[in-house]
Each structure stands twice: as structure tokens, then as C-alpha cells.
T-cell receptor, first 111, second 113 residues
Framework: DTAVSQTPKYLVTQMGNDKSIKCEQN?????MYWYKQDSKKFLKIMFS???????INETVPNRFSPKSPDKAHLNLHINSLELGDSAVYFC??????????FGPGTRLTVL | SQKIEQNSEALNIQEGKTATLTCNYT??????LQWYRQDPGRGPVFLLL?????KEKRKERLKVTFDTTLKQSLFHITASQPADSATYLC????????????FGSGTKLNVKP
């Protein structure tokens, strides 16, 4: 059983489009995260939810909107995609600051 | 803000030798520090955690040290194997915010047979 899953794995789209990435964890964790990994492999936190409540909201354009319908799911919606949004997006989960379990990543390419 | 530095240059070593990777941080002292392994096209995988009051942690061929005076952690892989080739990331968690992980950009390790 996959612990943290993300869909889709690859996403290729045009500038200006709106897209969503979905994440699910079956570990029973109470905290979920979205990270962005750029071409230099730098992994930067974007958002974190604890028990469906937003607890970390880094300096991210408001075109990015996370949504957590329940503890096991955290989705990321991106409006008006820009070239600079191209990156690999990772979802992760943990039990309140403990070890992070990462999903396989979604490679987003904006053309 | 917190800054984590890892050697951005790849580390190339011969099979059987010990690999040593460095993680330096600035500003605040972390509550604990973690090391992750990332293979191409995959998410990072947790390896070891070391707390601020611990000097050293071991797990099989892996060893992590933590020097809060130098603000540095060293990650060692003894008797390295080609299968150890990957990018290794360090991450620290601060005392006042247990949910926020600061990651370094990772060091790529190449172990040659």
C-alpha cells in the first residue's frame, strides 16, 4: 500500500491555465504539507495543514490555494499558471513535526 | 531567516570508502535535525534524526553527528556501495515551530565501483 500518493505524476500545461494536484495519505498522520522543489533541488515548504487547519502559509502567490477536505487529503489548486511555476511539487505527511513521509512528486511543466 | 547549507558539488568516492557529507546552518538552533535520501524522480526518504542534546546517532552503516557550537551536522556512510549513490538532504526543525522543516539543497553522492 502506498503511504503518500499524488496525482498526476506529470502535468504539462499552457501558461494561464488552472490546474490541480491531489494528495492522499493512509498513515493516519495529522499534518500534511506541500513543498516545491526547483531545478536546483532546493526543497521549499509552501503550506502545512494540521487536522484540516492551515498552520503554515509561506510567501506563496495567492494563485496557489491549498484545500484539505479531511485529515487524509490535501489538494493544491493553481490558477493562471506561469512559466516560473514549473517545478516538482511534493506532498508530505507527518505526525506533528515527526518524520516526514513524501509522495512521489508531481512534475509540473508550464509551456 | 534560517539558512541551511550543503555542499552543492557532487561528492565522488570509491566503493568501500567512507562518505562524509556536511550540513551547516545559521541563525537559530534547531530542536532536531534529520537526514533524508532522495533518488532521481522520487520523493525524499527519511534516514536518521538527531536531537540538539545528542552528539551522535548510528544506524547500521550510517552515522550522524551534531555540533551545536559549530552549527554543523556531519553524515557518514561507512563501507559505501554504489547503491548508496543518491542525493542526501538535511532538514532542521526549530524549537518554536515543530511543524516547519527547513531543507538544504542536498549533496549528490556518487559511489564508484
Amino acid at each position: 500500500d502506498t503511504a503518500v500518493s499524488q496525482t498526476p505524476k506529470y502535468l504539462v500545461t499552457q501558461m494561464g491555465n488552472d490546474k490541480s494536484i491531489k494528495c492522499e495519505q493512509n498513515l493516519g498522520h495529522d499534518t500534511m504539507y506541500w513543498y516545491k522543489q526547483d531545478s536546483k533541488k532546493f526543497l521549499k515548504i509552501m503550506f502545512s495543514y494540521n487536522n484540516k487547519e492551515l498552520i503554515i502559509n509561506e510567501t506563496v502567490p495567492n494563485r496557489f490555494s491549498p484545500k484539505s477536505p479531511d485529515k487524509a487529503h490535501l489538494n493544491l489548486h493553481i490558477n493562471s499558471l506561469e512559466l516560473g511555476d514549473s517545478a516538482v511539487y511534493f506532498c508530505a505527511s507527518s505526525q506533528w513535526g515527526d518524520t516526514q513521509y513524501f509522495g512521489p512528486g508531481t512534475r509540473l511543466t508550464v509551456l | 531567516s534560517q539558512k541551511i547549507e550543503q555542499n552543492s558539488e557532487a561528492l565522488n568516492i570509491q566503493e568501500g570508502k567512507t562518505a562524509t557529507l556536511t550540513c551547516n546552518y545559521t541563525n537559530y538552533s534547531p530542536a532536531y535535525l534529520q537526514w533524508y535520501r532522495q533518488d532521481p524522480g522520487r520523493g525524499p526518504v527519511f534516514l536518521l534524526l538527531i536531537r540538539e542534546n545528542e552528539k551522535e546517532k548510528r544506524k547500521e552503516r550510517l552515522k550522524v553527528t551534531f555540533d551545536t557550537t559549530l552549527k554543523q551536522s556531519l553524515f557518514h556512510i561507512t563501507a559505501s556501495q554504489p547503491a548508496d549513490s543518491a542525493t542526501y538532504l538535511c532538514a532542521l526543525v526549530l524549537l518554536y515551530n515543530f511543524n516547519k522543516f527547513y531543507f538544504g539543497s542536498g549533496t549528490k553522492l556518487n559511489v564508484k565501483p
